[in-house]
C-alpha cells in the first residue's frame, strides 16, 4: 500500500530530511483530504454519525475472522494455538463493543437525553461521585456475570456537572477539531482503531493513523474495516517508522497528536532526542520547560503495574486460582501489555505466602509456551536476568520470576517496564489494613507509571476491612483500579475511560495525559475501578462469601476465557466474539457449554 493518498506538491521541512519526497508529498496530500472531511463530519447529524458506526460496526464484523488469524498469526500463534482467543477478544471484540457503546451514546444524545440517564451514580470516598457504569445492559451482565464497572470522576464534580459534560465533543457536533495525527500502538490490534474513534467522537477529529510497523500486515484489514470512515475523508491509514511520524507530528495541518506507547518515545517527540549530539540540547529545553513539539499531545503509556495480594486464609483451590490470575495478569500477549501486571505486592507475614509463591511459579511454567516476539524483547529479558542473576527462569529460560527479599534492591523491577515475561514479588510487612497501607503507599511512591494497579483480596477480609478497604481503593493513584480482576478487563469495557491518574505534565508524563475508549463520553473523570468475583463458579456459591461484599463475590462465570490457563479460552473468546457480531443466542449456548469445560 501506498504511504497516503496520491501526492500533490507541499513544501518540505527540515525534521525529516531522510523521508523521500514523494512521501513527503503523499502525506501532505492525505492532510488535505481530511482538512476537507473534517468539514463534512461537521455537517453531519448526530443521528447520521451513529448511523455511520453501524456501517463501521457491519464492516468491523465481515473482517472479524480474518483481523483475529492475522494477528495471531503475525505473534506466533499458528492455528490449534490454546492462546489464540486473545486476538479475538482484544481486536475485534473490543472494536465491536466499543461501536456499540458509542452508538448508544449518540443515540441518546440525538434524542436530547444524557448519556448518563439511566445509569446509576451514587458516591464514592473522598467526595467524589460515582458513575456505575457496567454492566448497563442484561448482555453484559450474563457474559460477564459478577464483573462490575465504576467510573468515578475528579473530586469536586458533582452529579448534575456529570450529566450536563457527558458528550464532549458532541455536546457541539458543529464545531471541527481538524486533523489528529494517531501514532498506533504496537502490541495490541483494537488500540489503533479505539484511538481513532475516540479522536472522532470526543474531540470531532478527523484522523491520520500511521500505523507501528509490528502491525503491517493488518493494514488492508485496518482499511476495510474503517472504509465507511476512510470513503467520506474522516481517515486516512499510512505505514511507516519514524521518519514518518517525526514529519507528521510538525505537521502544520496537525491540530493534535495522539501516540500510545513507552514514556520514552513520547519525550523524544515532545523533548528531543535523551542520547547523542542533541542529548545537552535536550536536556536543557526539558529543564527550561520549551518543548520542541508546539502541536497539543495526549498519550496512553505504560508503566510498571503492581499486584497486591492481601493476606486472608484461602484455600487451596483459591492459591490456585489467583496464581492462574496473576500469571495471565503478566503472561497475556506474552508480557508485551503496557498493563501487565509486573510486581506482585506480597505481605511477609501471610502465613501462606509460600504455598501462594508455589502455586505461582507452578502457574508460570504451565502456561502454554508461546514466542516473546515484540521487538527488543530479547533485550529486555537479558536485562532483567543481569539486574537479577538470582531469577527463577522458567518454561525453558523465556519467563522470569523475581523474588526480593526484606534486604533485596527491587529498584529495577519497580522502574523497568520489562514489557516481556518478567514477573517480580515484593515482600512488605503487615496484616489486613497494615498490609494494605503499606501496599497502597509502596505502589504510589516506588512503582513507575499511574496506568492500573490490581487488588486481590477475599470476600471475608474485604468486609472484615469495611470502609477502610475503599479508602485504600481511593488512595491508589492510578487510571485503572481491578479489584479480583485484571486491569485489561478495564480496558475491555468501553464504557470505562482508559489512561494514567490525570495530573501528568509533558516534564512529568507518568502514563500518560487524558483518556481514551470512554463511550458514554463523560468529562473530568479521575479513575476506573472494576471488580470481580474472588471465586469462579461453582466456587463461587461458598457461603463464605456470598454477600460478604455487598454481592460482589457472587458469579456464573467459571474460569474466564481471558485466563493463559483456560483449556477452551480460545473457543470461548471467539464464541463471545461471533455473538457480538451477529447475536446468535443458539451458537451463544454452545460457547456457554463450553465456557464450563475451562
Not at 471465586?535 to 460478604?548: H, N, Q
Request: with cysteine; net charge neutral; hydrophobic share 45%.
Amino acid at each position: 500500500m501506498p504511504k497516503a493518498a496520491p501526492a500533490s506538491a507541499a513544501p518540505a521541512r527540515a525534521t525529516a530530511p531522510t523521508l523521500p519526497e514523494e512521501d513527503r508529498a503523499a502525506l501532505d496530500a492525505a492532510i488535505a483530504e481530511l482538512e476537507v472531511g473534517s468539514r463534512t463530519w461537521s455537517h453531519l447529524t448526530l443521528g447520521q454519525r451513529a448511523r455511520l458506526l453501524e456501517g463501521v460496526r457491519a464492516a468491523v464484523a465481515a473482517v472479524a475472522e480474518e483481523w483475529a488469524d492475522i494477528a495471531a498469526t503475525s505473534k506466533g500463534l499458528e492455528p490449534g494455538h490454546p492462546l489464540r482467543g486473545e486476538e479475538w477478544l482484544s481486536g475485534p471484540y473490543a472494536t465491536l463493543v466499543a461501536l456499540d457503546s458509542y452508538r448508544s451514546t449518540l443515540t441518546a444524545l440525538a434524542k436530547g437525553a444524557s448519556p448518563l440517564e439511566g445509569v446509576k451514580t451514587d458516591a464514592a470516598p473522598g467526595g467524589r461521585v460515582r458513575a456505575h457504569a457496567f454492566p448497563l445492559n442484561a448482555i453484559d451482565g450474563m457474559l460477564l456475570s459478577g464483573y462490575t464497572g465504576e467510573v468515578w470522576f475528579e473530586p469536586g464534580v458533582t452529579e448534575a456537572d456529570a450529566r450536563r459534560g457527558a458528550g464532549l465533543g458532541q455536546l457541539a457536533p458543529t464545531e471541527p477539531g481538524g486533523v489528529g495525527l494517531v501514532l498506533g500502538a504496537g502490541n495490541v490490534t483494537s488500540i489503533p482503531v479505539l484511538d481513532v474513534m475516540y479522536e472522532l467522537l470526543a474531540h470531532n477529529r478527523v484522523a491520520i493513523l500511521k500505523v507501528n510497523p509490528t502491525q503491517d500486515s493488518l493494514v488492508p484489514v485496518y482499511e476495510r474495516a474503517l472504509a465507511p470512515l476512510i470513503e467520506p475523508g474522516l481517515l486516512r491509514i499510512v505505514r511507516g517508522g519514524g521518519d514518518v511520524g517525526a514529519y507528521l507530528a510538525e505537521h502544520p495541518g496537525i491540530a493534535h497528536l495522539h501516540i500510545t506507547g513507552a514514556a520514552t518515545t513520547f519525550d523524544a517527540i515532545v523533548w528531543g532526542p535523551s542520547s547523542g549530539a542533541g542529548a545537552s540540547t535536550t536536556a536543557r529545553r526539558k529543564r527550561e520547560n520549551r518543548p520542541r513539539l508546539k502541536t497539543p499531545i495526549t498519550a496512553e503509556l505504560g508503566g510498571v503495574s503492581p499486584i497486591i495480594v492481601v493476606p486472608g486464609e484461602w484455600s487451596d483451590a483459591d492459591l490456585r486460582f489467583q496464581a492462574e490470575h496473576v500469571a495471565t495478569m503478566r503472561l497475556y500477549n506474552s508480557g508485551h501489555n503496557c498493563i501487565a501486571g509486573q510486581v506482585v505486592l506480597l505481605s511477609a507475614d501471610w502465613p501462606q505466602r509460600e504455598a501462594f509463591l508455589s502455586e505461582l511459579r507452578t502457574a508460570l511454567e504451565s502456561a502454554p509456551a508461546r514466542p516473546v516476539w515484540y521487538p527488543r524483547a530479547g533485550e529486555k529479558l537479558a536485562a532483567a536476568a543481569s539486574d537479577y542473576p538470582d531469577a527463577i527462569w522458567c518454561a525453558d529460560g523465556t519467563r522470569a520470576l523475581v523474588k526480593i527479599g526484606a534486604a533485596g534492591d527491587a529498584a529495577a523491577l519497580e522502574t523497568t517496564e520489562y514489557f516481556a515475561p518478567v514477573l517480580g514479588v515484593v515482600e512488605l510487612r503487615g496484616n489486613g489494613q497494615e498490609f494494605l497501607d503499606r501496599a497502597v503507599t509502596h505502589a504510589n511512591a516506588a512503582l513507575t507509571g499511574t496506568l492500573g494497579a490490581n487488588l486481590l483480596i477475599d470476600p471475608l477480609t474485604q468486609a472484615a476491612l469495611g470502609d477502610g478497604f475503599e479508602r485504600a481503593v481511593a488512595e491508589l493513584r492510578y487510571g485503572t483500579v481491578s479489584i479480583n480482576s485484571w486491569t485489561a478487563f478495564g480496558f475491555l469495557t468501553p464504557t470505562l475511560p482508559w489512561g494514567g491518574f490525570p495530573g501528568a505534565t509533558l516534564q512529568n508524563v507518568e502514563s500518560g495525559i487524558g483518556v481514551v475508549h470512554n463511550g458514554l463520553l463523560l468529562d473530568r473523570v479521575e479513575r476506573s475501578v472494576t471488580r470481580g468475583p474472588f471465586r469462579p463458579f461453582p466456587r463461587a456459591l461458598d457461603a463464605r462469601g456470598l454477600g460478604a461484599s455487598k454481592g460482589r463475590a457472587f458469579s456464573v462465570l467459571p474460569k474466564p476465557p481471558w485466563f493463559v490457563s483456560s483449556r477452551t479460552g480460545a473457543a470461548v473468546s471467539e464464541g463471545f466474539t461471533r455473538f457480538r457480531m451477529d447475536g446468535n443466542f443458539a451458537k451463544l449456548a454452545r460457547t456457554l457449554a463450553l465456557a464450563f469445560k475451562a
